[in-house]
């Protein structure tokens, strides 16, 4: 395993149930009971009803490229050594939508509307990050 030189995420309260679902390889987003929406980033109410009854629920991991860009030009020390890579907003089957970096894939071959699916990388022995790549 290469070193992991990217920041790092905070893990707080309200994220502790996604990072350790993450680690396990599965990728949680969050429903409320009271108007059923799914949503992400995690939050302690819903964004759509304000209900504090929202619950944590296993996601297809499966969506589609809603947006991208490719990064040609980054001198940070974690993502310069990446360069070229794909930033995208992904839209995953249950609405949601979450930005991440396309993996595995060239980055003429990305394109809007293009089907993905979640993979995991290795920061540490106890985080693991969601990526999607091509499906």
């Known amino acids: 395993m290469t070193e992991w030189k990217k920041p790092l995420p905070t893990i707080s309260g309200e994220t502790r149930p996604y990072?350790?679902?993450?680690r396990r390889g599965e990728l949680l987003v969050q429903q409320c009971d009271a108007c059923q929406a799914y949503q992400?980033?995690?939050?302690?109410?819903?964004?759509?009803c304000w209900s504090d009854d929202v619950r944590w629920v296993p996601s297809s991991g499966r969506g589609a490229v809603?947006?991208?860009?490719?990064?040609?030009?980054?001198?940070?020390?974690?993502?310069?050594?990446?360069?070229?890579?794909?930033?995208?907003?992904?839209?995953?089957?249950?609405?949601?939508k979450m930005f991440t970096n396309i993996v595995?894939?060239?980055?003429?071959e990305v394109a809007i509307g293009m089907p993905v699916e979640v993979t995991f990388?290795?920061?540490?022995?106890?985080?693991?990050?969601?990526?999607f790549k091509p499906a």
């Open 19 to 22: 990072w350790e679902a993450c």
């Open 66 to 96: 809603w947006t991208f860009t490719v990064t040609r030009q980054n001198r940070t020390p974690g993502f310069a050594e990446e360069v070229p890579y794909i930033l995208a907003l992904v839209e995953l089957e249950e609405g949601v």
């Open 104 to 108: 595995e894939c060239d980055p003429g």
């Open 40 to 48: 992400f980033y995690p939050r302690g109410i819903c964004a759509g």
């Open 121 to 131: 990388r290795r920061a540490t022995d106890q985080i693991r990050v969601p990526y």
